[in-house]
């Protein structure tokens, strides 16, 4: 079993930057694809960001490419994901989850564990 729990979320401004944090336990964590991914209020959820085991590979969603980076410590068992020139439509609960498969996914059925998630809200 893993545990995963999110941090870093809040209330910025259009234009500014958030890290967000997530730290596993339970398991070898740097045996895991690592994912963010974010829901907003009445929308599904969808990909952010992934970042294979070793940090070698990542890829990005369109909508946060540019302005986000993904990252791992797995000396700290945790993974990151900065966000700058964060926009309003940036605005949803944020999740990270884990994947024992050793490439990138971006899709959430490929991932077997889950975060509660933390909220980011961007303010006009």
């Known amino acids: 079993q893993v545990q995963l729990v999110e941090s870093g979320g809040g209330l910025v401004q259009a234009g500014g930057s958030l890290r967000l944090s997530c730290v596993a336990s339970g398991r070898a964590f740097s045996g895991f694809t690592m994912g963010w991914f974010r829901q907003a209020p009445g929308k599904e959820r969808e990909f952010v960001a992934t970042?294979?085991?070793?940090?070698?590979?990542?890829y990005y969603a369109d909508s946060v490419k540019g302005r986000s980076t993904i990252s791992r410590d797995n000396a700290k068992n945790t993974t990151y994901l900065q966000m700058n020139s964060l926009k309003p439509e940036d605005t949803a609960v944020y999740y990270c989850a884990a994947s024992y498969s050793k490439v990138v996914l971006t899709f959430s059925k490929h991932y077997a564990y889950w975060g509660q998630g933390t909220q980011v809200t961007v303010s006009s």
């Open positions: 970042i294979t085991w070793s940090g070698g590979t990542t």
